[in-house]
């Protein structure tokens, strides 16, 4: 009698998926045949007035019928899912793919337009700029920085790392001991200076506000050669700025701490969102960390191959993302990677 019932609902089953054509009716199918209330449910609760010969078969049978019913709807879902993939496409409208390109309509995003803006600056000053990877090892972006393993400097930066043990570059300050090991022979031999940028986008995993996000922009300088000073890190920093804004910027600098400069400073101006008055923008206190910076650490410089004792040199850690905030009074950080074409349109013509 059991064995028939449960037959019985295989074909139902079968049958009715068969002919379903929604998520929702195929919701209603599950719940009818496998849900706790449902058919299959209720003949196995009368399993217990089966003899103990008929209980071991016919719980069997109730087993595959219930593996057969999922088989079924685990094959249906995928179907519909396909069948709304192919309405999708088919509801797209048509388009000549040959006609040419509205090009007028693009611009460069304003990050791209501070970075290009400071990078010509610092080549008319006679540094290089240099390229480097997004990924990169411990070793990269802490140890060759003067921050070793279990360093609790470490935690002044929520790092994202990857499988393989390389992570994400939380700072364009990874690229320092490649640059010092390409360039330290030219130094040392030729008496030539090291003096690179190296832009790039840095990643950590920070709780996103007005002026914070996961993902920036920074651009990183050094500078080394015999006798350099931190007036020489002033003089190159208030020039970079006053070009950019085409006007006399204040700047201030506080002591702070970055394992890799010894002393170090952060160097800050003066907001130009609310002129100094306080926004959410400086957390309301008229100015702006833009860049970390001071004297390269004489660890790093001897990681870097070079000899401290005879040679100095500064280093700065410059945030392209809040110079652009600045430059033109982009109030909220998150809307520089929002993909808002509306917010970003305002640009066109800058480049």
Not at 204 to 217: I, L
Not at 221 to 234: A, E, H, R
Not at 283 to 304: A, D, N, Q, R
Not at 319 to 348: E, H, V
Request: net charge negative.
């Amino acid at each position: 009698m059991l064995k028939e019932q449960l037959e019985k609902i295989r074909n139902s089953a079968t049958a009715a998926l068969d002919s379903l054509s929604t998520n929702e009716q195929l919701e209603e199918a599950r719940i009818k045949y496998l849900g706790k209330k449902g058919e299959l449910t209720a003949i196995l609760k009368q399993m217990g007035a089966l003899s103990a010969e008929e209980r071991p078969v016919i719980g069997q049978l109730a087993n595959e019928i219930r593996a057969d019913i999922d088989s079924k709807i685990s094959q249906k879902v995928q179907e519909l899912k396909q069948k709304e993939i192919e309405r999708e496409i088919n509801s797209m409208p048509e388009f000549d793919v040959s006609l040419p390109a509205d090009i007028a309509g693009g611009s460069y995003h304003p990050i791209t337009l501070v970075q290009r803006e400071c990078e010509d600056v610092f080549k008319s000053m006679g540094f290089t700029v240099e390229d480097y990877g997004e990924i990169v090892s411990d070793y990269e972006c802490f140890e060759s920085l003067n921050i070793p393993k279990h360093h609790p400097a470490r935690d002044m930066q929520d790092t994202y790392y990857l499988e393989n043990g390389q992570l994400l570059k939380t700072q364009t300050s990874a690229a320092q001991n490649a640059i010092y090991l390409k360039y330290k022979d030219k130094l040392i031999n030729d008496g030539v200076p090291i003096k690179a940028i190296f832009p790039g986008r840095c990643f950590r995993n920070e709780a996103t506000d007005a002026c914070h996000e996961n993902t920036f922009f920074q651009m990183e300088g050094v500078m080394v050669d015999k006798n350099i000073s931190i007036s020489n890190l002033i003089y190159f920093m208030k020039t970079m700025l006053s070009e950019v804004f085409k006007k006399d910027i204040r700047v201030r600098l506080r002591p702070g701490f970055f394992p890799f400069v010894e002393p170090g400073f952060e160097l800050d101006i003066s907001c130009l969102i609310c002129g100094g008055e306080g926004c959410p923008s400086c957390k309301h206190s008229g100015w702006l960390e833009l860049c970390p910076c001071g004297m390269i650490h004489p660890e790093v410089l001897k990681m870097g191959g070079i000899d401290p004792e005879e040679y100095t040199g500064f280093a700065f850690g410059l945030g392209l993302t809040r110079l652009a905030m600045m430059k033109y009074g982009i109030k909220d950080i998150r809307d520089l990677n929002s993909g808002n074409l509306k917010a970003l349109s305002q640009f066109m013509g800058n480049e």
